[in-house]
């Protein structure tokens, strides 16, 4: 069974505190994806990673992507209130040249002022 | 900006009827997703579309299914006979590359919420 799973599901943290949030999954993926959804809000695409060792940072975010390990943190460098929301990450799996595509259960992230 | 548009925003219905959501995906864009979110859970994957058909979809995606790019513009997804459970957020994509090894950004419309009474 293709899984994806993260963890914390839940995060509360401090303003000016670093953090990790990580992303499992359980079968090679062409790509892992991070996304941002604030409440009732679509998905903000965040970070596509594509291979092993990859590095994206935007800002106080950071995405690395360890595909031996079949893993990617999503590293927060001093947390602002403004990055509250869910972050989920998901990978695509390939099915004879077609892609699925399997989301983590969300980290609901709340940075306290 | 470009961007993916959605309606309506929210669907009120009746359990066994039909309901069509509707999707504008981005102009140049060629690839087209259907996703669902159950309200406060994780993003599911229902369905990809290219080129006039399905390229994949998921064990989601059963016979109440179904979906259409009617014109050169829309992308609809049409449900049966809905159930309770169907009730969701309802999020449509786009993207203009699939390929291996290509990054395969999908943007996201607002959604649709649906609501199956």
């Known amino acids: 069974e293709l899984k994806v799973e993260q963890n914390p599901l839940f995060l509360s943290m401090q303003e000016g505190k670093n953090y990790t949030i990580y992303c499992n999954y359980s079968t090679t993926s062409d790509r892992l994806y991070w996304y941002r959804q604030d409440p009732g809000k679509s998905l903000e695409s965040l970070f596509v990673?594509?291979?092993?060792?990859a590095v994206k940072q935007e800002g106080r975010l950071m995405a690395s992507l360890d595909t031996k390990a079949r893993l990617s943190t999503l590293h927060i460098t001093a947390a602002v209130h403004d990055l509250s929301a869910t972050y989920f990450c998901?990978?695509?799996?390939?099915?004879?040249?077609?892609?699925?595509?399997?989301f983590g259960t969300g980290t609901r992230l709340k940075v306290l002022a | 900006e470009p961007e993916v548009t959605q309606t309506p925003s929210h669907q009120v219905t009746q359990m066994g009827q039909e309901v069509i959501l509707r999707c504008v995906p981005i102009s140049n864009h060629l690839y087209f997703y259907w996703y669902r979110q159950i309200l406060g859970q994780k993003v599911e994957f229902l369905v990809s579309?290219?080129?006039?058909?399905?390229?994949?979809k998921s064990e989601i995606f059963d016979d109440q299914f179904s979906v259409e790019r009617p014109d050169g513009s829309n992308f609809t997804l049409k449900i049966r006979s809905t159930k309770l459970e169907d009730s969701a957020m309802y999020f449509c994509a786009s993207s203009d590359l699939e390929v291996a090894g290509g990054k395969n950004i999908q943007y996201f419309g607002a959604g649709t919420r649906l609501s199956v009474l």
């Open positions: 998901a990978v695509t799996f390939s099915t004879s040249g077609t892609y699925k595509y399997i």
């Open positions: 579309f290219y080129n006039n058909e399905i390229s994949e």
């Open positions: 990673l594509l291979s092993n060792g």
